[in-house]
C-alpha cells in the first residue's frame, strides 16, 4: 500500500490540535499501560497497522508483558487482565464501535464502579483520540515503518 498523503503537513493546525488532546490525557490519571492496552484494543477493531505498530511497542517501553500483548483481541477469555482493565476494554469496544452498539447502559454497569466520573471521561477522551488518530492513518494509508 501506497501513502495518500501526509497529514500532518496537510494539516498541520489539525495536527496539533490532536496533539494538543493527547496532551490532555497524558495529564490525566489514567495509568500508562492502561492507556496503551486501549490504544491497541482500539487500534486493532479499526484495523489500523501503524498505530498498532507504535503503540504494542509503547506498551513495552512501559512494561507490558508479551504474553498480555498478545490476547488482547481475547481479553474476555484471557486471565491475564484485572477487572479494571476488562472495564476498559469493554467501554472501549462499545465506544469504538458506537454505531452499532450505541454504548449500552450494561456496558456502562461494567465500566462504573471501576473509575471515578473524571476517569470515565478522561478514559472516554483517549478512546476517542485513538479511533480519530486510526482513521487519518486509515483513511491516508500511513504504513508502520
Not at 30 to 56: P, W, Y
Not at 67 to 89: G, H, S, V
Request: some cysteine; aromatic content about 8%; overall charge negative.
Amino acid at each position: 500500500m501506497q501513502a495518500r498523503l501526509d497529514f500532518y503537513k496537510a494539516s498541520p493546525s489539525g495536527t496539533r490540535a490532536m496533539l494538543a488532546l493527547e496532551e490532555t490525557i497524558g495529564k490525566s490519571g489514567i495509568d500508562k499501560t492502561l492507556a496503551e492496552l486501549v490504544r491497541i484494543r482500539a487500534s486493532q477493531l479499526n484495523g489500523c497497522a501503524f498505530c498498532l505498530d507504535m503503540h504494542v511497542t509503547d506498551a513495552i517501553k512501559h512494561g507490558e508483558s508479551q504474553r498480555r500483548l498478545a490476547t488482547i483481541a481475547a481479553w474476555r477469555e484471557a486471565p491475564f487482565f484485572t477487572e479494571r482493565e476488562r472495564a476498559a476494554l469493554e467501554w472501549t469496544e462499545a465506544v469504538t464501535l458506537i454505531a452499532q452498539t450505541h454504548v449500552p447502559d450494561a456496558v456502562w454497569e461494567v465500566v462504573k464502579p471501576h473509575f471515578t466520573e473524571q476517569e470515565i471521561a478522561d478514559l472516554t477522551l483517549l478512546i476517542i483520540a485513538i479511533n480519530g488518530w486510526n482513521r487519518i492513518a486509515v483513511s491516508f494509508r500511513k504504513m508502520p515503518e
